[in-house]
């Protein structure tokens, strides 16, 4: 239970960070941060086995974070350094970390999915027991590549989760006026899987809903949509000013922070005050060194932009 | 007449508000182009002025809202539609090229598809690999569509306009980097509306400089750096590459007898290559020299801003470009 503490609150820190840079120019490009979204990612992939894999979005230094990734390396990406998971190439919505079973955050939305629908495939023929999670956007499940996915893995019986992480937007368009359906779980209908809807900002109940579907999709029942509820409680990107809704709604959603108020779902751990004390300590010292060592570490060389190309 | 001095990206605005007014038939579909008034801001302000009813704010549907766009510039409407960024077109691919640029000559002139796709391409911003590209060479590739790739304010102004009033398909590539450039845009008279054909942006003497999109500034940058080397070439803006207007270029190269083509995009198998085979087939007789090819490198975009400036082209490649076409 700690742990999952543990994981949301490097997650939120390291975005604050990621923001304080990106402000103060340190940081280039664009970037889509999670904040709000951490019981998300922190619930779905805290279950899953080490060799699973997890394919995520232009949102996704969340997911990395949550899969393993090392928080030095995946600042490095960002600062466009050697040391970077992608060695610069990549940045925020280009960044593969295999050694961890992490196959890419995904610039193009609803681009992963398809990918996930291969890497099932792939893993049933291989028959390597792995199962696959791909987390997408509410927005992302109007794109053709979610029907056109989820309906093959349904017929293929993959072992594939598909999560939707519905933050009630896509951009500045709610949920609300792209689909007409108030879950995106109701879809999985369409494709004779089951779906399932949770309160995203409940670390536990996540977790609850992609265990409880785990060792089903790995033994071949197929694949299963789930969606977590969840907000943004920043802008889409760095530039948006967020007028498409209400301070109120806003203000909402705030309450149900899944990271400042974990007490509310993970019960008894506030009772736990030094270990909670300790993690706040060792957040603080993992975030501060993933920026020292981002600075600290050198650019690609220019000749490494030209290398890799297939031919 | 002057209207008055704007920003490229006020331009097009400008165009779509007036074009707006005049034409009810005229929409604009894309997304996020309403109150957010578009990832680049360039709608902004339209939705109070126009609506949901003129603006129809679409999901994350690209392909299929290229279709109903189609479908609709079939049936009577003059969609505008807007590709958030350029390197999205890929997903509508089949919409744009199967569909929207065939249709009028397979149905045999039965449908026009009066359909206008903007989309802002290029580089520059640490974007990385899915959000950078310049694909108008893929469209070069497909007969029936217009492509259209300004490079100032007045142009964006009036050619956007003469997109939206051409019968058939246009693809309007815009440049992310050029929406905050400043130029004087003139009013025009319906009879003044029209594409154009390529112009000389800076005469010159020895070197033929075709460019088009942001790489005209870079063109004349190099022109400067030219100078001190005692080189005067002659920068021509291309305007549109299809239909591509070689008699311009030809024109220009009677007099200069050496010949260099810009374009942001890869060079391997891009616009260039279209423009310098046009340029052996049609200028020979004047050729004093090679015709080279300026691009980006033979690679995706990198995200990392160092790196991302080894792939795409600067000045100085131009440079270089003119001395070795000059050297032979
Ligand atoms: C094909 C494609 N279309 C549009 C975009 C621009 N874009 C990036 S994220 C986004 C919204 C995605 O919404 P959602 O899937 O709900 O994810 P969220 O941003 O809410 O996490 C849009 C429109 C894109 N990157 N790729
Ligand atoms: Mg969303």
């Given amino acids: 239970m700690i742990d999952l503490y543990h994981k949301m609150l490097l997650i939120r820190r390291f975005e604050e960070k990621v923001e304080e840079l990106f402000s103060r120019g340190m940081i280039g490009g664009t970037c889509h941060l999670c904040v709000g979204q951490e019981a998300c990612a922190v619930g779905a992939v805290s279950v899953l086995g080490k060799n699973d894999l997890v394919i995520s979005t232009h949102r996704g230094h969340g997911h990395l974070l949550a899969k393993g990734g090392d928080p030095r390396r995946v600042m490095a990406e960002l600062m466009g350094k050697a040391t970077g998971y992608c060695q610069g190439k990549g940045g925020t919505q280009h960044m593969c970390a295999i050694e961890l079973g992490f196959l890419g955050t995904n610039g193009i939305t609803g681009g992963g999915l398809p990918i996930a629908t291969g890497a099932g495939l792939s893993a049933k023929l291989r028959n390597s027991g792995q199962v696959i999670l791909v987390f997408f956007g509410d927005g992302a499940s109007n794109q053709g590549t979610f029907h056109e996915s989820l309906n093959m893995a349904s017929i293929w019986k993959l072992p594939v989760i598909y999560f939707c992480e519905n933050n009630l937007y896509g951009m500045s368009m709610s949920s609300s006026r792209s689909m007409n359906v108030t879950s995106v779980a109701e879809r999985a209908v369409a494709y004779g899987i089951r779906g399932y809807s949770v309160d995203g900002m409940d670390v536990l109940a996540v977790r609850e809903a992609v265990g409880g579907v785990l060792d089903a999709v790995r033994g071949g029942m197929g694949p299963v949509l789930i969606e977590g509820r969840t907000y943004r409680f920043v802008g889409h990107s760095k530039s948006d000013k967020r007028v498409y809704r209400t301070e109120a709604e806003e203000s909402e959603w705030r309450v149900r922070d899944p990271v400042i108020s974990f007490d509310r779902y993970l019960p008894g751990l506030k009772a736990r005050e030094a270990e909670v004390l300790r993690v706040q300590q060792q957040v603080e010292a993992e975030v501060t060194e993933s920026v020292e060592f981002g600075m600290r570490s050198e650019l690609a060389s220019p000749e490494s932009a030209l290398s890799g190309v297939y031919v | ?328």
Avoid at chain 2, 5 to 15: D, K, L, N, Q, V
Avoid at chain 2, 76 to 84: A, C, K, N, S, T
Avoid at chain 2, 124 to 152: D, I
Avoid at chain 2, 197 to 220: E, I, K, P
């Fill in chain 2, 1 to 328: 007449m002057l209207m008055s001095e704007m920003t490229y990206s006020e331009g097009i605005r400008t165009a779509l508000r007036e074009e707006m007014k005049r034409d009810p038939s005229v929409v604009l579909i894309g997304e996020d182009i309403g109150v957010y008034g578009g990832a680049f801001g360039v709608t902004a302000g339209l939705w109070d002025e126009f609506g949901s009813d003129r603006i129809i704010e679409t999901p994350i549907s690209e392909n299929s809202f290229i279709g109903v766009a189609t479908g609709a510039a079939m049936t009577g409407l003059r969609p505008v539609v807007e590709i958030m960024f350029m390197d999205f077109i890929a997903l509508a691919m089949d919409q744009i090229m199967n569909h929207a640029s065939k249709l009028h000559y397979i149905y045999a002139g039965q449908v026009n598809v009066p359909l206008v796709i903007r989309t802002p391409a290029g580089g520059g911003r640490g974007y990385g690999a899915s959000h950078s590209q310049c694909l108008e060479s893929w469209f070069m590739n497909v007969p029936g569509l217009k492509v259209v790739v300004p490079s100032t304010p007045d142009d964006a102004f009036r050619m956007l306009k003469a997109a939206i009033r051409y019968d058939g398909p246009v693809l309007f590539v815009e440049h992310k980097l050029l929406y905050k450039k400043r130029g004087e845009v003139f009013e025009c008279q319906d009879s003044e509306i029209a594409f154009g054909g390529a112009v000389v942006r800076r005469a010159g003497t020895d070197v033929t400089v075709a460019a088009y999109s942001r790489m005209v500034d870079l063109a004349l940058d190099a022109a400067d750096l030219l100078v001190e080397d005692g080189v005067e070439i002659e920068v021509i803006d291309l305007r549109t590459l299809n239909p591509l207007d070689s008699a311009t270029i030809a024109k220009s190269v009677e007099k200069t007898g050496h010949f260099v083509v810009v374009e942001e995009g890869c060079k391997r198998g891009g616009v260039g290559a279209e423009v310098a085979a046009r340029v052996a087939e049609e200028c020979m007789e004047f050729l004093d020299g090679p015709v080279m090819r300026v691009g980006a490198e033979d690679s995706p975009i990198p995200s990392a801003m160092s790196l991302e400036a080894q792939v795409l082209p600067v000045a100085d490649d131009i440079v270089v470009a003119c001395k070795d076409a000059l050297a032979w």
